[in-house]
C-alpha cells in the first residue's frame, strides 16, 4: 500500500506561482512513477505531469510545458510540482498519484493509488 498526501494549493493571481507537494508513504517510490493529474469542475480529469523514479524521466502535457517543472526527492519520498506563470484555466483540484509498474503513463486508469486532491484556484 502506498498512501499518497497532497500539499501547497490555494489561491493565486493570473501570472503568479504555485508548489505542490506529495508525500509518500508505506513504500518506497524506487521503482514506481508518480503522476499529476487535474480536474476541473464538469470536466474530465486529464493528465498534467509524470516522474519515474528511477531515472527522472519526465513528461508534460501541452497545456503545461514550459511552465510547470516536476521534481522528486528520494530521500523525503515525495514529488513537487512547480507551477509558474499560472492561468485561470489551470484552477481545477490536484491529484498525485503512484503508478507501480514505473512507466509514468499518461493514463490514469495505470495508477493504481491516488492522494486526496488539493485544490488550485487562479483569479484573473
Known amino acids: 500500500q502506498v498512501q499518497l498526501v497532497e500539499s501547497g494549493g490555494g489561491l493565486v493571481q493570473a501570472g503568479g506561482s504555485l508548489r505542490l507537494g506529495c508525500a509518500a508513504s508505506g513504500r518506497s517510490m524506487s521503482s514506481y512513477a508518480m503522476g499529476w493529474f487535474r480536474q476541473a469542475p464538469g470536466k474530465d480529469r486529464e493528465f498534467v505531469a509524470s516522474i519515474r523514479w528511477s531515472d527522472e524521466k519526465v513528461r508534460y502535457s501541452n497545456s503545461v510545458k514550459g511552465r510547470f517543472t516536476l521534481s522528486r526527492d528520494i530521500a523525503s519520498n515525495s514529488g513537487f510540482l512547480q507551477m509558474n506563470n499560472l492561468k485561470p484555466e489551470d484552477t481545477a483540484i490536484y491529484y498525485c498519484?503512484?503508478?507501480?509498474?514505473?512507466?509514468?503513463?499518461?493514463?490514469?486508469?495505470?495508477?493504481?493509488?491516488w492522494g486526496q486532491g488539493t485544490q488550485v484556484t487562479v483569479s484573473s
Open positions: 498519484a503512484a503508478d507501480t509498474s514505473g512507466g509514468g503513463s499518461f493514463w490514469s486508469t495505470v495508477y493504481d493509488y
